[in-house]
């Protein structure tokens, strides 16, 4: 069963309950669960025990991700593959492997594998000249750098909270500039340690990197207060009623990229959004109901956003990998 199915199929076992955890958990994925049903006006014991079992049915993953931008001297770049026939699964996998890949999907079109990859120079170099085109099944391949992030997908609100209940989330909390880090290798076992579970509490954080619990404390939350650490809600779109995802290739005049961006941006049925270089300027993800809803989009994209010379869209088939976190093989 594909990944998809299966969370259509679950999809159907979700009620507003369990969509409004999964709505809270995506503004606060380390809020505990007393929090939550406090803000939610819930039983603490219904949230807590749906907050489990969301969390081990694997319809939302809490992990932690350094934000791009905050790494000295590293960069992210899209790669789109084409694949022989028969080998799209082989070479997804294979990029799905990779620690620097953060998204790994197969989309509609010409056998295509659309991975985002993120490293150092040298690192993304190795894997554009040597690993990518010695994976089997690779017939070429083209890179995009991105250049800007108007959003990713820890950052889409799809509209299950109401703006007064988002509010009382992130109440107090002032947006903080990120600064490049180095990162220390203390800090380096934290990370991964939150990249598996990024609700991981800090003792067992200390316990999992050889740490006293103060000083994991006193570390992950240096780490989280200078912005370079953020806690990434994992949600496959279709598990709260996204079935749908398509990617959208847009080129413009250089001039018109930055206003065409900020508009495009103001839908929240939009979960990625980056100008990238290359022959297409803006890269998009959208989301939707149903392929209706998706034509309907597209007609009304053309007609209010003034500028696009050309848009291509491709719908997303299988992923294998979402936020940094491989999807598992029982999720398809």
Not at 144 to 167: F, V
Request: net charge neutral; charged share 25%; hydrophobic share 45%.
């Amino acid at each position: 069963m594909t990944e998809i199915a299966k969370l259509m199929a679950m999809n159907d076992e979700l009620d507003e309950i369990d969509r409004r955890i999964i709505g809270y958990l995506q503004v606060d994925g380390r809020a505990p669960f007393s929090t939550i049903a406090d803000v939610l006006a819930l039983p603490d014991r219904t949230v807590s025990r749906r907050g489990q079992e969301l969390l081990a049915q694997g319809a939302i993953q809490v992990t932690g991700l350094i934000e791009r931008g905050a790494l000295a001297r590293k960069e992210a770049m899209i790669v789109r593959i084409t694949c022989a026939p028969g080998m799209n699964t082989i070479v997804a996998t294979a990029m799905a492997n990779l620690d620097e890949s953060i998204f790994v999907y197969l989309t509609t079109g010409g056998n295509e594998c659309l991975a985002e990859i993120f490293g150092s120079t040298a690192v993304i170099t190795n894997i554009m000249l040597n690993v990518i085109p010695g994976i089997p099944g690779v017939v070429n391949s083209t890179t995009y750098g991105c250049l800007k992030y108007y959003r990713t997908a820890a950052q889409w609100n799809p509209g299950i909270l109401t703006d007064a209940e988002r509010a009382k989330i992130i109440v107090d909390r002032l947006p903080r500039p990120i600064k490049e880090i180095e990162l220390l290798a203390d800090d380096q076992l934290i990370l991964e340690t939150l990249s598996k579970n990024g609700r991981a509490t800090f003792d067992q954080i200390a316990r999992a990197c050889g740490l006293t619990e103060p000083t994991a404390r006193r570390k992950t939350a240096q780490l989280l207060d200078s912005g370079a650490l953020s806690i990434h809600a994992v949600v496959n779109p279709a598990s709260i009623g996204f079935s749908v995802e398509c990617w959208l290739w847009i080129k413009c005049a250089p001039a018109d990229v930055s206003r065409i961006a900020e508009e495009i941006i103001l839908d929240n049925r939009v979960r990625y959004l980056a100008t990238i270089s290359g022959d297409y300027q803006i890269l998009s993800e959208v989301t939707m109901t149903n392929r209706k809803d998706l034509n309907a989009y597209l007609e009304e994209l053309g007609n209010k956003v003034k500028g696009i010379n050309a848009l291509d869209s491709y719908i997303l088939i299988e992923a294998f990998k979402r936020s940094g976190r491989k999807v598992s093989s029982i999720d398809k």
